[in-house]
């Protein structure tokens, strides 16, 4: 079976301070692990995506993750927040084998304070 | 434009109601989804369909049902069955495999 942990639900950081968000996942088959980010009231949208290329994967918006696999890990970074980062961030692994669907960790949501 | 729409946005139901949720895409993507989200407890599958016809469970199908009759369309209903019906409800959909989910904007359903 395949899970994923979101270590800390709140993260608090000032405007261009380091962002660090969290993501442990569990897998029986090499993982898919996926970022998403969702403003309030709306869907999700993908942040960025592994799927087994390069090991550092850059998304939109400035954000990066990168897959360790001996830490079983895909933490989620941006050098600099903007006030506009604020949102919930959802870390994310592909179900089982057939990759049919996705299990979502319980996500962190992010402050900026100006 | 193309995307994913859900409907309606809010959606009341009265005790042993049974009330269906829209999700229209024209993305032309085979597999589609339904999640519900729960503050606190991220998304949790309800039921997805990679093909027309069919269907298979989620992690927590019981008390709703769907149906995939169109390729564009995959209505969700919840049912009386189901006892603790307030959430927030997404719709996403994919080309095939769950490789990028592209998601609707949510339904609100609450309990009257």
């Known amino acids: 079976a395949q899970s994923v942990t979101q270590l800390g639900s709140h993260v608090s950081v000032s405007e261009g301070a380091l962002v660090l968000l969290r993501c442990n996942y569990s897998?029986?088959?090499?993982?898919?692990l996926f970022w998403y980010v969702q403003y309030p009231n709306q869907g999700l949208q993908l942040l960025l995506k592994?799927?087994?290329?390069?090991?550092l994967v850059k998304g939109i918006n400035g954000f990066e993750a990168e897959f360790k696999k001996s830490e079983t890990s895909f933490h989620l970074t941006k050098p600099s927040a903007h006030m506009s980062d604020a949102a919930e961030y959802f870390c994310?692994?592909?179900?089982?084998?057939?990759?049919?669907?996705?299990?979502f960790g319980s996500g962190t949501r992010l402050q900026v304070q100006p | 434009d193309g995307g994913i729409t859900q409907s309606p946005k809010y959606l009341f139901r009265k005790e042993g109601q049974n009330v269906t949720l829209s999700c229209e895409q024209n993305?032309?993507?085979?597999?589609m989804y339904w999640y519900r989200q729960d503050p606190g407890q991220g998304l949790r599958l309800i039921y997805y369909?990679?093909?027309?016809?069919?269907?298979q469970k989620g992690d927590i199908a019981e008390g709703y049902s769907v149906s995939r009759e169109k390729k564009e369309s995959f209505p969700l209903t919840v049912t009386s069955a189901q006892k603790n019906p307030t959430a927030f409800y997404l719709c996403?959909?994919?080309?095939?495999?769950?490789?990028?989910?592209?998601f609707g904007s949510g339904t609100q359903l609450s309990v009257l």
């Open positions: 996403a959909s994919s080309p095939g495999k769950a490789e990028k989910l592209f």
């Open positions: 897998s029986s088959v090499p993982p898919y």
């Open positions: 592994y799927t087994s290329a390069a090991t």
């Open positions: 994310a692994v592909s179900m089982d084998t057939g990759r049919r669907a996705l299990t």
């Open positions: 993305l032309n993507h085979d597999a």
């Open positions: 369909s990679q093909i027309v016809n069919d269907f």
